[in-house]
C-alpha cells in the first residue's frame, strides 16, 4: 500500500510565524506535490518536485517554498504565514511515469493562520 | 487552456437512491487521463478511477460506474443504491500527456451527503 504521511493534522499558528508543513512517501516515488484546498476552488497547485533537489512553481506559488532534501521528503514552507493561508495543505507523490501515473495523498494538514 | 468543470456544487440523495455526478473537461491534448477521487470527512484523497483518452470503453466496480465520452468531453460517475458511507466530497481531475511530472487539474469538487 502507498502511504503518504504528513507531520500535522491541525495547526494553529500566527501571522508573521515561520510554518513548516512535512511530507513523507515510503514507496520510493520520484515525483511529490504539494496542493491547497480551498471551498468552491478546488486543489491547486503550490509546487512540485520531480527528483531531489529539483522543485517547480505550481500554479500559485506566492508565499511559499519547498525543499527536497532527500527523496521520500518534501516540505512546504510559508516563511511569513499570513491570514490568507488559512486553508487545507494536501501532499501527494507518484511515480515517474509523467502523466499517466496516479497521485497518492496524505491525509492533509488543516492550517489555521491567526 | 485546460480545465475540469463540475457544476454540481452539492447533491442530497437518500440512501439507495442512484446518483450521479458530472464532470466536464477541456484540454487541446488528444492525450490526457482522467481521474475521480474521494474526500471523506477524514480529508485524505481516496483515488477511485483512471482513464486514458483513448480508451471510451464504460468502467463498472461494484456499485461504482463510469461513463467517458469524449464527444462531449464528459466523464460522469455514478453511484448505484447510494450508501450513507458514500457521503463524501468527489473531485474529477485531468492530467495532460505534456504536463511535467502529471500536474492534475482538479475541478472545484461535488459533496454528495447520502442520508439514511
Known amino acids: 500500500d502507498v502511504k503518504v504521511t504528513q507531520s500535522s493534522r491541525y495547526l494553529v499558528k500566527r501571522t508573521g510565524e515561520k510554518v513548516f508543513l512535512e511530507c513523507v512517501q515510503d514507496?520510493?516515488?520520484?515525483?511529490m506535490f504539494w496542493y491547497r484546498q480551498d471551498p468552491g476552488l478546488g486543489l491547486r497547485l503550490i509546487y512540485f518536485?520531480?527528483?531531489?533537489?529539483?522543485?517547480e512553481k505550481g500554479d500559485i506559488p506566492e508565499g511559499y517554498s519547498v525543499s527536497r532534501e532527500k527523496k521520500e521528503r518534501f516540505s512546504l514552507i510559508l516563511e511569513s504565514a499570513s491570514t490568507n493561508q488559512t486553508s487545507m495543505y494536501l501532499c501527494?507523490?507518484?511515480?515517474?511515469?509523467?502523466?499517466?501515473?496516479?497521485?497518492?495523498f496524505g491525509p492533509g494538514t488543516r492550517l489555521l493562520v491567526l | 487552456a485546460q480545465k475540469v468543470t463540475q457544476a454540481q456544487t452539492e447533491i442530497s440523495v437518500v440512501e439507495k437512491e442512484d446518483v450521479t455526478l458530472d464532470c466536464v473537461y477541456e484540454t487541446r491534448d488528444t492525450t490526457y487521463y482522467l481521474f475521480w477521487y474521494k474526500q471523506p470527512p477524514s480529508g485524505e484523497l481516496v483515488f477511485l478511477i483512471r482513464?486514458?483518452?483513448?480508451?471510451?470503453q464504460n468502467e463498472i466496480s461494484g456499485r461504482y460506474s463510469w461513463n467517458f465520452q469524449k464527444s462531449t468531453s464528459s466523464f460522469n460517475f455514478t453511484i448505484t443504491a447510494s450508501q450513507v458511507v458514500d457521503s463524501a466530497v468527489y473531485f474529477c481531475a485531468l492530467s495532460e500527456v505534456y504536463n511535467q511530472g502529471g500536474k492534475l487539474i482538479f475541478g472545484q469538487g461535488t459533496e454528495l451527503s447520502v442520508k439514511p
Open positions: 518536485s520531480y527528483d531531489v533537489k529539483m522543485k
Open positions: 514507496m520510493d516515488h520520484e515525483n
Open positions: 501527494a507523490s507518484s511515480p515517474n511515469g509523467g502523466t499517466r501515473e496516479t497521485q497518492y
Open positions: 482513464r486514458n483518452s483513448f480508451d471510451e
